[in-house]
């Protein structure tokens, strides 16, 4: 099946640092999700990007989906201490029920 | 964005009961929801899609005898999990597939479930 691999795994930062996380496939999706997930809560969406080349931003989040729609990334600019939290990729090709597949996340640590 | 709720948030039970979950999209319809599980610091990995009048489709090695899925209207879906054990124990997580919003998967806030 479709794997997803996304880096790093863990980052460790100071408050204001930019971040950068990516996924990347081995096969194309026509659908990226990125989603975040706080310790006993589920992941909640924060930026889908819809097409090839496709450059969205929510506030200090920037994400772009890949040419090739095998990789995208996800910027977060000017990180704060409420950034921690794990960041999860998701990929999803159309049509197939609507399911997306999962990267393994990044956890990230934001030191104050 | 679209708001999915599931009770209850834990449950803590004995093993060889039976545990009933419960996943809501409360301001859209969802003729498809999704249920996963997930350990610590691990992915989601998803069990099933659970389908508004039909029957569940289960991932494979997911026993659907253990983890039953009725999803009954358009707005509710529910994981039972049946006898369970203490490997049972996950953190159970829905989500509801907004058709509306180009395929959007919105999640619930999970459900601790502790089997003694």
């Known amino acids: 099946g479709q794997q997803l691999n996304q880096s790093p795994q863990s980052m460790f930062i100071q408050e204001g640092e930019d971040v950068s996380m990516n996924c990347t496939s081995s096969?194309?999706?026509?659908?990226w999700l990125w989603y975040k997930q706080d310790p006993g809560e589920g992941p909640v969406l924060l930026i889908a990007l819809y097409k090839a080349g496709e450059l969205t931003s929510n506030g200090r989040l920037t994400a772009q989906f890949g040419i090739t729609r095998k990789d995208s990334f996800l910027n977060i600019s000017a990180s704060i201490p409420s950034d921690v939290g794990i960041y999860f990729c998701?990929?999803?090709?159309?049509?197939?029920?609507?399911?997306?597949?999962f990267g393994d996340g990044t956890t990230l640590t934001v030191k104050p | 964005g679209a708001v999915v709720s599931q009770h209850p948030s834990w449950v803590i039970c004995k093993s060889g009961t039976s545990v009933k979950i419960e996943c809501r999209s409360l301001?859209?319809?969802?003729?498809?929801m999704f249920w996963y599980r997930q350990f610590p610091k691990q992915s989601l990995m998803l069990m099933a899609t659970?389908?508004?009048?039909?029957?569940?489709?289960?991932e494979q090695g997911v026993e659907k005898d253990k983890f039953l899925i009725n999803h009954a209207s358009l707005t509710l879906s529910t994981l039972t999990v049946t006898s369970a054990h203490p490997e049972d124990s996950s953190f159970y997580i829905c989500?509801?597939?907004?058709?509306?919003?180009?395929?959007?998967?919105?999640f619930g806030p999970g459900t601790r479930l502790t089997v003694l």
């Open positions: 301001d859209f319809q969802a003729t498809t």
């Open positions: 989500s509801a597939l907004d058709r509306g919003v180009l395929d959007t998967q919105y």
């Open positions: 998701a990929g999803q090709l159309s049509p197939n029920a609507g399911k997306s597949t």
């Open positions: 659970s389908n508004e009048g039909s029957k569940a489709t289960y």
């Open positions: 096969s194309i999706f026509n659908t």
